[in-house]
């Protein structure tokens, strides 16, 4: 009997112990662990008077609608502004002369079709090399983009100074509007029914637009060279009648009035 009252009580002095030791924890930390003893901030007195806000300046040395902020420590030598690239800049004089080396090709002619436009051309670094900025000057490799409307497809054309190096088509690409295929919009806008007789004395405009793909069906002019044109009264004017035109098939899909603006 003796044995087994030790036992008993040395297993209540342990379950005493464990429940005091626990109990002591538990008050001690938070739901995260230990709890930190606050941190002493020093309370700092308000300034009587409240600082002025700074007033953000801008200088009148910039275009008509864009206007630069004047900026502590700015640089207003003219020495230190920042200046067009002349020598990477292909001329108009330089372009003509790709363009008619390329578009006399019987490889680029066939590749494009009867029916396309010139997008736009630049300089590109050699293969394997990386050229920027003041250093792409330094490179004779040009290339032109073009775009088959009887293809719908892109088409690149690498060129090193009048000769051509490769033509390659681009699937699915669709380089940025170019002056072609704004004034081909255009023209064709100003020949459909719904705007004939009222738009030629408004300027039109030109942005390249994406018709969605649909579950059910596809909008109209989806992955074709589509063009979203709009007519004002000068460069700045609101838009007052608009339309959607497919390069691709070369013709309107939609146009119409643009409602008024208040």
Same mark, same amino acid.
């Given at each position: 009997?003796?044995?087994?009252?030790?036992?008993?009580?040395? #297993?209540?002095?342990?379950?005493?112990?464990?429940?005091?030791?626990? @109990? #002591?924890?538990?008050?001690? +930390?938070?739901?995260? $662990?230990?709890?930190?003893?606050? *941190?002493?901030?020093?309370?700092?007195?308000?300034?009587?008077? *409240?600082?002025?806000?700074?007033? #953000?300046?801008?200088?009148?040395?910039?275009?008509?609608?864009?206007?630069?902020?004047?900026?502590?420590?700015?640089?207003?030598?003219?020495? &230190?502004?920042?200046? *067009?690239?002349?020598?990477?800049?292909?001329?108009?004089?330089?372009?003509? *002369? %790709?363009?008619?080396?390329?578009?006399?090709?019987?490889?680029?002619?066939? %590749?494009? $079709? @009867?029916?396309?436009?010139?997008?736009?051309?630049? /300089?590109?670094?050699?293969?394997?090399?990386?050229?920027?900025?003041?250093?792409?000057?330094?490179?004779?490799?040009? /290339?032109?983009?073009?775009?088959?409307?009887?293809?719908?497809?892109?088409?690149?054309?690498?060129?090193?100074?009048?000769?051509? #190096? =490769?033509?390659?088509?681009?699937?699915?690409?669709?380089?940025?509007?170019?002056?072609?295929?704004?004034? +081909?919009?255009?023209?064709?806008?100003?020949?459909?029914?719904?705007?004939?007789?009222?738009?030629?004395?408004?300027? $039109?405009?030109?942005?390249?637009?994406?018709?969605?793909?649909?579950?059910?069906?596809?909008?109209?002019?989806?992955?074709? /060279?589509?063009?979203?044109?709009?007519? =004002?009264?000068?460069?700045?004017?609101?838009?007052?009648?608009?339309?959607? &035109?497919?390069?691709?098939?070369?013709?309107?899909?939609?146009?119409?009035?643009?409602?008024? /603006?208040?």
């Amino acid at each position: 009997m003796r044995p087994q009252g030790v036992r008993r009580n040395l #297993l209540l002095c342990l379950v005493i112990g464990l429940s005091w030791g626990c @109990s #002591l924890d538990v008050g001690s +930390r938070g739901p995260f $662990g230990p709890e930190d003893p606050e *941190t002493a901030v020093q309370k700092v007195k308000l300034p009587e008077k *409240t600082p002025s806000p700074h007033v #953000l300046q801008f200088t009148g040395e910039d275009t008509v609608g864009h206007h630069k902020p004047k900026m502590a420590g700015a640089a207003f030598d003219a020495a &230190v502004k920042r200046s *067009t690239n002349a020598p990477a800049v292909l001329t108009s004089s330089e372009v003509a *002369t %790709l363009r008619n080396a390329a578009e006399g090709d019987s490889r680029v002619t066939k %590749l494009l $079709g @009867s029916r396309w436009a010139f997008i736009d051309a630049d /300089r590109i670094p050699p293969e394997g090399k990386i050229s920027f900025g003041c250093c792409r000057h330094t490179t004779d490799l040009i /290339r032109l983009v073009y775009y088959s409307y009887s293809q719908n497809v892109a088409v690149e054309v690498h060129m090193k100074e009048a000769n051509v #190096l =490769s033509i390659s088509r681009h699937e699915g690409y669709q380089p940025p509007e170019g002056r072609q295929d704004v004034q +081909r919009g255009i023209e064709l806008a100003k020949a459909d029914s719904r705007l004939a007789g009222k738009v030629e004395q408004l300027q $039109g405009h030109g942005l390249l637009m994406q018709p969605d793909r649909g579950f059910f069906r596809d909008d109209p002019g989806y992955a074709h /060279r589509t063009i979203w044109i709009t007519f =004002s009264q000068g460069q700045d004017g609101d838009p007052k009648y608009w339309a959607v &035109v497919d390069l691709t098939e070369d013709k309107v899909l939609e146009a119409g009035e643009e409602p008024p /603006r208040s």
